[in-house]
């Protein structure tokens, strides 16, 4: 009875050894690229002149707002992403698994910059708040807002494909 059981115990452990030998399966991150879905002026409030343009990348879904940069590892300078709200209300928005820093430009329902949350870090999850009710949020890489003298007041103007 004791070896019957011994060879028991022993096919057991044989089985559950056999289990673990499978190899482990790579996992591959895919690379999400910049797809340009329109154009987005910025204009100085005082005189109405161009201060810069971006190409823009549209986060309107629900899924989409909710992921935004999320995943990618960089951005070109002149490449932006606009969120575009249902609603006018205060917004908040994190840094949970973005891979750069970001300036994030909130923008009310007349298209003026009404608030910043300048260098936002990655992977930060501290909420950022609009602090005013916007309905537009614009993402551009941290120091930008600063390099080219982005103001409370400066206004947006955007088409989408």
């Given at each position: 009875m004791k070896r019957?059981?011994?060879?028991?115990?022993?096919?057991?452990?044989?089985m559950l050894a056999s289990c673990k030998t499978e190899n482990k399966k790579e996992i591959k991150t895919e690379t999400i690229s910049?797809?340009?879905?329109?154009?987005?002026?910025i204009f100085q409030s005082e005189t109405d002149s161009i201060i810069t343009k971006f190409d823009i990348e549209v986060a309107e879904s629900e899924y989409e707002t909710q992921?935004?940069?999320?995943?990618r590892q960089s951005m070109d300078q002149n490449q932006a992403m606009l969120f575009i709200f249902?609603?006018?209300?205060?917004?908040s928005f994190y840094m949970k698994n973005t891979e750069f820093p970001l300036d994030i430009i909130y923008i009310d329902e007349n298209l003026r910059i009404a608030s910043f949350q300048k260098n936002a870090q990655p992977f930060d999850e501290t909420g950022l708040s609009s602090q005013v009710p916007v309905k537009y949020v614009l993402e551009i890489n941290?120091?930008?807002?600063?390099?080219?003298?982005?103001?409370?007041?400066?206004?947006i103007a955007f088409t989408k494909k």
């Open positions: 019957l059981m011994t060879l028991f115990v022993f096919l057991f452990v044989l910049f797809t340009k879905e329109g154009d987005l002026t992921t935004g940069l999320m995943y249902p609603d006018v209300e205060v917004h941290a120091g930008l807002s600063d390099s080219i003298g982005l103001q409370v007041g400066d206004s």
